[in-house]
């Protein structure tokens, strides 16, 4: 079993509608990050939390540290917002090193 | 300006050849990546360092290395190289390790074996 789990695997939408990713894990973690690919392939952080919640434009990411489950939203989504969207944790220990969730592919249809 | 720059874009060769992919990001980071994207793609770190020093060595078959000529530069050599090593690979950079900074990817390499 993956050190982090994401559903669903795949996700199609139509424009507006509001949009939800989960995300669980099941190591320590210094802080988790939500990224985003686009098809193109260039990957982007969108979000680093430890804790609570954090928003940018329509997007928001929520963590729950006790539950180890964080969600990504998109709120009045867009056929621009299809890309896959891929959780990682950072492993507490100091490296940083990343381990990644197997993304979840997003499809915003107009 | 490009943050994380790497290049070639896409490569091309012949299974048993040797190549190299270059990484150069210029954030001021001091901590560079190396990170393999496979056909399902699922992304693992490769390979990590802090100021030109190894941290990060994930089980990596030793036909991969690294080499970080200063902390701006992070190349990945391959040597003898094999049809399972096609995939998309990714450098990426961040601050210190341990202060929580996000990382900057680059474009990736994609990487075809023939």
């Known amino acids: 079993k993956n050190e982090v789990e994401q559903s669903p695997q795949n996700l199609t939408a139509q424009e507006g509608e509001f949009i939800t990713i989960n995300c669980s894990y099941s190591?320590?973690?210094?802080?988790l990050h939500w990224l985003q690919q686009h098809p193109g392939g260039g990957i982007v952080s969108l979000f680093m939390?430890?804790?609570g919640k954090k928003k940018h434009g329509r997007l928001i990411a929520t963590i729950n540290i006790q539950e180890k489950h964080s969600s990504l939203h998109i709120t009045a989504s867009h056929p621009r917002d299809s890309a896959v969207y891929i959780c990682a944790v950072s492993v507490k220990g100091g490296s940083e090193k990343l381990v990644f969730g197997k993304g979840t592919k997003l499809t915003v249809n107009p | 300006d490009t943050a994380v720059s790497q290049t070639p874009k896409y490569l091309v060769t012949q299974m048993g050849n040797d190549k190299s992919i270059k990484c150069e990001q210029n954030?001021?980071?001091?901590?560079m990546y190396w990170y393999k994207q496979d056909s399902k793609k699922f992304l693992k770190i490769m390979f990590s360092y802090n100021n030109k020093e190894l941290i990060i060595n994930e089980t990596v078959p030793n036909r991969f290395s690294p080499k970080s000529p200063d902390k701006a530069h992070l190349n990945l050599h391959i040597n003898s190289l094999e049809l399972g090593d096609s995939a998309v690979y990714f450098c990426a950079s961040s601050h210190l390790p341990g202060r929580n900074q996000p990382q900057h990817f680059g474009d990736g390499t994609r990487l075809s074996i023939l």
């Open positions: 190591v320590g973690i210094s802080a």
């Open positions: 939390l430890s804790s």
């Open positions: 954030l001021g980071h001091d901590t």
